[in-house]
């Protein structure tokens, strides 16, 4: 009688198991795999242009991402934020450093000194995204007041109008999204393609 009872109670433990399995491989294929699969399609069929990268090109090239800053050096181009993961996507990051850290103190003096002797400007009047770096490294934005500083330095480079690089930095100036979301914030790379783009039509 004892081997009978105790055959019957493995015989019920094994049952309980099989359900158990039976939903993990379930909800292993509906998450891991029909989910996946149903939102890659659905984002390359409803947006295309950002589940490909949101990639911009110029004459058939591709030349960059709305969504990844890269570094500008020539005086005739507006220069994004500084990247603590050196403008690359594959390893992002920020400075880690608190805003009391000394080396950060530091370096921010450093780099707003060299800002301010780069645009003409006072230190005090440089914006702080111009000398720290963004949580993922590659913020492809700046605020409509760090492309302003820059637009007196772009415009001698390029012999423009100061008020005709103002102009275009307002006209490509993104507004909060929804009208609440963010703040408005200028492109870099877009707006550094539309001022080749107009130098060439001159």
Do not use: W
């Not at 608190?98 to 707003?112: F, V, W």
């Not at 060299?114 to 993922?136: H, K």
């Not at 492809?140 to 103002?166: C, F, I, T």
Request: with cysteine; hydrophobic share 45%; aromatic share 4%.
């Amino acid at each position: 009688m004892k081997t009978a009872k105790y055959t019957s109670e493995l015989d019920d433990t094994g049952g309980g198991m099989r359900p158990a399995l039976a939903g993990s491989a379930l909800f292993i294929v509906l998450c891991g795999l029909v989910y996946p699969a149903v939102a890659t399609v659905l984002g390359g069929v409803l947006f295309p242009h950002q589940a490909n990268g949101s990639l911009v090109e110029l004459d058939g090239r591709v030349v960059g991402s709305a969504l990844v800053a890269q570094p500008f050096a020539d005086v005739r181009y507006f220069r994004p934020r500084p990247s603590a993961a050196n403008y690359d996507p594959t390893a992002l990051s920020g400075s880690n450093l608190a805003s009391s850290n000394p080396a950060l103190r530091e370096r921010m003096a450093a780099d707003s000194a060299a800002v301010a002797v780069r645009e003409g400007a006072a230190p005090a009047d440089i914006p702080g995204e111009l000398v720290t770096a963004s949580g993922s490294g590659i913020d492809p934005h700046l605020s409509p007041a760090a492309a302003r500083l820059q637009a007196a330095r772009v415009a001698k480079a390029r012999g423009l109008p100061v008020d005709a690089v103002n102009a275009l930095i307002h006209e490509r100036t993104e507004r909060r999204t929804l009208g609440v979301l963010g703040e408005p914030r200028v492109n870099v790379l877009e707006l550094n393609l539309a001022l080749d783009e107009r130098g060439a039509k001159r």
